[in-house]
């Protein structure tokens, strides 16, 4: 089974609207991370945001917020006044077993963002 | 400030040959891994390291070795590269959760690899 599902392939935006980009995951570990990535065309990747999931609010960087609701099991990202430099690949990716646990990083197959002006 | 240090950039093979490909960390990470991306594939995981001596296996692991002998250095061997294994190798090093549970994966800029 997948860890994590990221059910959107390609989203389309308008530049200056928001969008919401959807995360799911599995796991029955009380202990886990979650992270967003962007990989622009150019191919590097880039640590967007973090969620613990004992964090008790969500977290927000900038323009980046992560919608989190536990019970649901979903980590979405959620970008405001949406630029031409978010059109990108973004991943989301779990980290099970915080605090001791497993380490790796298992990465969903990406939702391509394309910004329209 | 150089972070994740990857090499070489592009590479082309054929069936058959051997290579490594090249990681370096300088920010004293324990934690260090393979990646290979495809197209509609995401990221999958090949191999992963906890600290120098210790190597694991991920979701992806056949046909490529690793070794772990400093904390700087994982390199990724190919032992008979093979047309499936043409993809887009990333090495990403991280803190381990224990240190610092937030910490993200610092990537390299990746590794174009064509076996023909």
């Known amino acids: 089974a997948q860890k994590i599902t990221q059910t959107q392939p390609g989203m389309f935006v308008q530049e200056k609207e928001a969008v919401t980009l959807d995360c799911t995951y599995d796991?029955?570990?009380?202990?886990?991370?979650l992270f967003w990535y962007k990989q622009p065309s150019s191919g590097e990747m880039i640590f967007l945001i973090y969620q613990g999931s004992y964090d008790q609010q969500n977290a927000t960087e900038g323009r980046y917020s992560l919608n989190f609701q536990k019970a649901r099991k979903s980590a979405n990202l959620v970008i405001s006044a949406s630029q031409l430099g978010d059109s990108a690949m973004y991943f989301c990716a779990m980290r099970e077993g915080q605090q001791g646990g497993s380490e790796k990083l298992v990465f969903g197959k990406g939702t391509k963002l394309t910004v329209n002006p | 400030n150089a972070g994740v240090t990857q090499t070489p950039k592009f590479q082309v093979l054929k069936t058959g040959q051997s290579m490594t490909l090249q990681c370096a960390q300088d920010m004293n990470h324990e934690y260090m891994s393979w990646y290979r991306q495809d197209p509609g594939m995401g990221l999958r995981l090949i191999h992963y390291s906890v600290g120098a001596g210790i190597t694991d296996q991920g979701e992806v692991p056949n046909g490529y070795n690793v070794s772990r002998s400093t904390t700087e250095d994982f390199p990724l061997r190919l032992l008979s590269a093979a047309p499936s294994q043409t993809s887009v190798y990333f090495c990403?090093?991280?803190?381990?959760?224990?240190?610092?549970?937030?910490?993200?994966?610092?990537f390299g800029n990746g590794t174009r690899l064509t076996v023909t």
């Open positions: 796991t029955s570990d009380p202990s886990y991370g």
């Open positions: 990403a090093s991280s803190y381990l959760s224990l240190q610092l549970p937030n910490s993200p994966l610092h």
